[in-house]
């Protein structure tokens, strides 16, 4: 066992599947000779080789283009984009290419990519940085969607990712890239995708999160001290997402709140609530809440704590939903 970091944890992953797959191949901006912007590839280049961790000239299209052909071809890339709001000039490719190879080829071919990137906001960014568009690749076919949020599961479900033959879409939540220590096995491990992590059980009340929030989750249940017995989950895949184990907590608990820091309309809590409509509307106690972003662009640094979900307003959530 390893005390380790998101950050740690994602190179620890990388390295683990290039020693083991020499088709494995690591690209994206500065990712070789600088160890890429937040350090999650530092050193591996010099391990590994500039032929298996590859400087790519900035332009994402381009990026993602190159890991479909070779992806195609018999590699396995993984793409990183440096910001997550740099990913929608890399929608093309993804839309049209990779989430269709497998339909398009009838099953001759598939695309096992992963495109890595940083999101969300609390860091303070610039523009286009620190954007949450989860609910836009879960939208569509052919992709998977996964968000980590601690050290043990970003080394597993990236693994997992890795060894996927279909395109995964792994967005690394760097508000807590290194807020989050854990002990996490150095040997071989995958977290499979698809399966939610019950993190807490309880029998009042559901929570639901992914990513970041899942932290802010946490810091919310801790300041209840015990009011509601509550359940969190942390949905870990967002396509495909765990639907059974939803509904079996909101089955048992007849209430949910639902966590997520992107914008709230079309947001994924939306399909979340009409899959807990379709299993288990009679369980229900009270309608699901959700705690969202507001529907605008996100802002600049000094509004962010207003834009940004936080435990105040998951607590508010909670007592509505327990005073329906």
Request: glycine letters at 8%; proline letters at 6%; hydrophobic letters at 45%.
């Given at each position: ?14 390295r ?80 049209s290419?990779?989430?269709?190879i ?8 598939t ?126 895949t ?30 994924f ?55 329906y």
């Amino acid at each position: 066992m390893v005390v380790t970091n998101i950050v740690q944890a994602v190179t620890m992953g990388l390295r683990q599947e290039l020693a083991r797959d020499k088709n494995v191949v690591v690209m994206g901006e500065d990712v070789g000779l600088n160890g890429g912007v937040f350090r999650a590839t530092d050193g591996l280049q010099k391990e590994f080789g500039a032929d298996r961790v590859v400087d790519t000239p900035l332009a994402e299209l381009s990026i993602v283009g190159c890991a479909i052909g070779m992806a195609v071809n018999g590699l396995r890339p993984v793409a990183e984009i440096q910001f997550s709001g740099f990913m929608y000039s890399t929608f093309d490719q993804l839309l049209s290419h990779a989430g269709r190879i497998r339909m398009r080829s009838r099953g001759r071919f598939t695309c096992p990519i992963v495109v890595r990137t940083p999101y969300g906001g609390g860091i303070r960014a610039l523009e286009l940085h620190c954007e949450s568009g989860e609910a836009i690749f879960a939208h569509t076919p052919g992709l998977k969607m996964v968000v980590p949020s601690n050290p043990y599961d970003t080394k597993g479900l990236l693994a997992a990712a890795i060894r996927d033959p279909d395109p995964v879409i792994f967005y690394e939540p760097m508000r807590i890239y290194r807020a989050i220590k854990q002990d996490i096995p150095e040997k071989d491990y995958i977290v499979p995708l698809g399966k939610a992590n019950v993190i807490q059980e309880g029998d009042d009340l559901t929570l639901i999160s992914w990513g970041a929030m899942v932290k802010t989750c946490q810091e919310a249940v801790e300041k209840l001290n015990n009011k509601y017995s509550v359940e969190l989950v942390d949905l870990r895949t967002i396509n495909p997402y765990d639907a059974e184990a939803i509904a079996d907590s909101v089955k048992k608990t007849g209430r949910c709140v639902i966590v997520h820091e992107a914008i709230r309309t079309g947001g994924f809590a939306a399909e979340l609530i009409a899959s807990i409509n379709e299993k288990v509307l009679l369980s229900l106690e009270a309608p699901v809440i959700r705690i969202t972003a507001p529907d605008v662009p996100f802002p600049l640094a000094k509004l962010e704590n207003y834009f940004l979900p936080d435990a105040t307003r998951i607590l508010k959530g909670i007592e509505r939903v327990m005073s329906y």
